[in-house]
């Protein structure tokens, strides 16, 4: 395998990383609006994430990174068609880290209530739009002869690419609750996995339709045998889920995920963004990728600072392994 095709793959792990750990953050925080009764079942939700959630964002600081450091070409023409969108997304995780960190800050009901709402929409859109950006992506959008996007942002808005962000959503939403009934107990737990449930049927649904029309598009056996991986894990999540084995539900639910990401990365190979106007002017990885000098220096550097980041984030996930409810929360700071 040739260094443009190693870092390929690699670019593809670390989406997948990113999607597995920020999914279910995502999901908890859309729950914040669907699950939580009132502000304290809020807190313990948003406590659930608090010790990872700023640790999983690193995987698309470094997806993005390695994606402009391997593949330049795809990087400019991605971020110059989908600026807005990626915009939007941007705009989305500063406000959700900021309201992380403010929304304690004054005890007013107001103040709580609005940081509470940003919360939610900046798990809701970005858990979407990234979906509609990997759909996009796969299906092929308008690339002209000079390697350049053609098109608009309406254009990124085609019922497959919208059926995408419906996927997404749900799958994260659901990756989501199957995470919150693992780490909470008493009465949420409990409707944690009831929602799940329901989520994950609805989920279903929609990734064998999404998945199909993908498969019909650019699939080839290897993203079949995917796809089916990702239907099938799902299904046995829902089942570990209807038998309250959180911790397996949560594992099946994740390896749904990273079928999924695999589906769409295997379907796109050889192409790194495709053309819908002309095959012939679709970024490929040996026409988008740097020189074989950069990513010789890129796969030494990859290969010692990974395992670190590896162990370090699975040695934070060790510590904050314990399961908390509502008689875990400390009382507010006097203000």
Same mark, same amino acid.
């Given at each position: ?12 792990? &670390?989406?997948? +990383?990113?999607?597995? !750990?920020?999914? #279910?953050? /995502?999901?908890v925080?859309?729950? *914040? ?6 502000r ?6 948003i406590?659930?994430?608090?010790p ?13 990174g ?11 023409t991605l971020f ?5 969108p990626?915009?939007l ?24 209530r609005?940081?509470e709402?940003?919360?939610f ?13 990997f759909?996009?992506?796969v299906?092929?959008v308008?690339i ?5 996007y ?11 690419? &919208?059926?995408? +962000?419906?996927v997404? !959503?749900?799958? #994260?939403t /659901?990756?989501?609750?199957v995470? *919150?009934?693992l ?5 949420i737990?409990s409707?944690?996995?009831a ?10 649904v ?14 080839g ?5 995917a ?12 089942e570990a889920n ?17 079928a999924v ?6 379907a ?7 053309s819908s106007?002309?095959p012939?002017?679709?970024?490929t990885?040996d ?11 890129m796969?030494?550097?990859a ?6 980041? &590896?162990?370090y ?6 510590? #904050? ?15």
């Amino acid at each position: 395998m040739e260094l443009p095709q190693i870092w390929f793959v690699l670019i593809a792990v &670390l989406w997948t +990383g990113y999607f597995f !750990l920020e999914g #279910f953050d /995502f999901g908890v925080g859309v729950l *914040t609006k669907l699950l939580a009764r009132d502000r304290s079942e809020r807190r313990v939700l948003i406590n659930t994430i608090g010790p990872v959630w700023d640790g999983n964002e690193v995987w698309l600081l470094t997806a993005g990174g390695a994606t402009f450091a391997a593949f330049p070409e795809w990087y400019a023409t991605l971020f110059s068609g989908f600026y807005l969108p990626l915009l939007l997304i941007l705009v989305c995780l500063i406000l959700r880290g900021v309201a992380f960190e403010y929304r304690v800050k004054r005890p007013e009901e107001k103040w709580q209530r609005n940081w509470e709402h940003t919360i939610f929409w900046c798990s809701l859109l970005p858990a979407f739009l990234w979906g509609v950006a990997f759909a996009n992506l796969v299906h092929g959008v308008r690339i002209g002869p000079d390697k350049e996007y053609v098109g608009n942002v309406l254009d990124l808005l085609a019922p497959h690419a &919208l059926l995408g +962000g419906l996927v997404t !959503l749900a799958l #994260f939403t /659901f990756h989501g609750a199957v995470f *919150t009934a693992l780490k909470t107990v008493g009465d949420i737990r409990s409707r944690a996995r009831a929602l799940a449930e329901r989520i994950g049927v609805v989920t279903a649904v929609l990734a064998v339709v999404f998945l199909g029309w993908t498969q019909l598009d650019r699939g080839g056996v290897a993203s079949f045998v995917a796809a089916a991986v990702a239907v099938a894990s799902l299904l046995v999540a829902l089942e570990a889920n209807r038998r309250g084995r959180e911790g397996w539900s949560f594992s099946w639910s994740g390896l749904t995920i990273v079928a999924v990401v695999a589906m769409l990365f295997l379907a796109l190979f050889p192409d790194v963004m495709p053309s819908s106007l002309t095959p012939e002017w679709s970024l490929t990885i040996d026409n988008a990728s740097s020189s074989p000098y950069t990513l010789k220096i890129m796969t030494w550097c990859a290969g010692i600072a990974t395992p670190v980041v &590896l162990l370090y984030q699975g040695w934070t996930y060790w510590v #904050f392994r314990k399961r908390i409810g509502t008689q875990h929360l400390a009382e507010p700071a006097p203000h």
